[in-house]
């Protein structure tokens, strides 16, 4: 590739990205109307589209694009420029977009759902931070012995190197993340609000200590606040991130149980831990047992249970890995991840960096390529995009 050709990708992908931030502002989290789009039209060409008030047709036709179009351009006055996006960057709040090395691919089982553009702050490589994660979600009121099971819960599985995932909530949720800090470990929260102003605003310090050991990660860019709709539609990115959702304490109504649910319909694999049958607190849970199929647990060694795979288990959908590298052995696994995402790396670039000999890494970059997962181009060799 040329310096020219080289200089018009990164254009290209400049372009792509600020799009993504407008849409982030444009549309709420979770517009399938959007999502549906995207999957016709590139973003750029959506945002010029609604800038020049041309309308942009979607083959085949979207159902209820028309009433969404005109809301989209509504708000296109207060969307943010470049400028503004690179003074959030400057502030440590970055724009993580499908196709980046940092992406998160299982959030392709949400389909039109899935985010276009994910706001991140924290220290962390998001999608390596979630290759191995545990969502822990629960009430806001919290008792005694939820808050004791969650705190041991977390620190005994950020000290087995699982990164813990909640909302950032009060209750079940800052104690999961309390209990992943304690031990030193990652932890991710999911917030409902833009990340130049974390919600709650009562856990400034526990938000400040997870920038420093994880990420905050929002759908909603800076500036915004929350809205009672933007609680439950960012629970299925709590479920969709990790390979596994806890619920630890809810009441029937708990906005938990919304992320069991989501868990649940993702054929995540979904746990609770039992409480007593006189407390409300545990009544949320004791139904997802009953009536969902989710896994009782007590400790840390039932939750890796349920998370671990047996080759038994791929032959069922609701035990199937989340992702496909799941069943690669060690070895490929490591040269996979070797191999970027974009521009491309040759086989003794990825040999050092994998660890292993080149004979090995040729074994494995063929078999990766067989398989589907990686793909050569100029620069050697890159990570296969999805059709």
Do not use: K
């Amino acid at each position: 590739m040329t310096d020219r050709q080289q200089g018009q990708q990164q254009d290209g992908e400049h372009r792509d990205r600020l799009a993504r931030a407008v849409l982030t502002w444009i549309a709420e989290p979770g517009d399938v109307q959007l999502g549906n789009l995207l999957q016709q039209r590139p973003p750029e060409a959506v945002v010029a589209s609604l800038i020049s008030g041309t309308a942009l047709v979607a083959a085949p036709a979207i159902p209820g694009l028309d009433r969404a179009w005109p809301r989209w351009a509504a708000r296109l006055g207060d969307a943010p420029t470049a400028v503004t996006v690179e003074a959030w960057q400057r502030d440590g709040i970055r724009l993580v977009c499908p196709g980046d090395p940092e992406w998160p691919g299982q959030l392709d089982v949400l389909g039109d759902g899935r985010p276009w553009g994910l706001w991140v702050r924290g220290h962390v490589d998001l999608r390596f931070a979630c290759l191995r994660s545990v969502s822990i979600v629960g009430t806001r009121a919290a008792t005694a012995y939820g808050t004791h099971v969650t705190t041991e819960l977390a620190a005994a599985l950020a000290e087995r190197g699982w990164t813990v995932v909640s909302g950032g909530a009060f209750g079940i949720d800052s104690q999961a993340h309390r209990g992943a800090l304690a031990a030193e470990g990652v932890t991710v929260a999911v917030l409902p609000s833009g990340l130049d102003a974390p919600y709650p605003r009562g856990h400034h310090d526990l938000f400040e200590a997870i920038v420093a050991h994880g990420a905050l990660v929002s759908e909603q860019p800076p500036g915004r606040t929350p809205t009672r709709p933007g609680f439950l539609v960012r629970n299925r990115l709590i479920a969709a991130l990790s390979r596994g959702t806890v619920l630890v304490e809810a009441a029937l109504r708990s906005g938990a149980l919304n992320t069991a649910r989501h868990a649940r319909d993702q054929n995540r694999p979904l746990m609770a831990v039992p409480g007593p049958v006189t407390s409300m607190a545990s009544a949320g849970c004791h139904l997802t047992i009953r009536d969902w199929g989710a896994v009782c647990v007590t400790d840390v060694h039932d939750v890796l249970a349920s998370l671990t795979f047996s080759p038994g288990d791929l032959a069922d959908p609701s035990r199937s890995p989340v992702l496909p590298r799941d069943e690669l052995d060690p070895v490929s696994l490591s040269v996979l991840e070797a191999v970027p995402a974009r521009g491309g790396r040759g086989p003794a670039r990825i040999a050092v960096s994998a660890g292993v000999d080149f004979d090995t890494v040729m074994r494995c970059l063929g078999e990766l390529a067989a398989g589907g997962f990686i793909e050569r181009c100029e620069r050697g060799w890159r990570v296969r995009r999805p059709s």
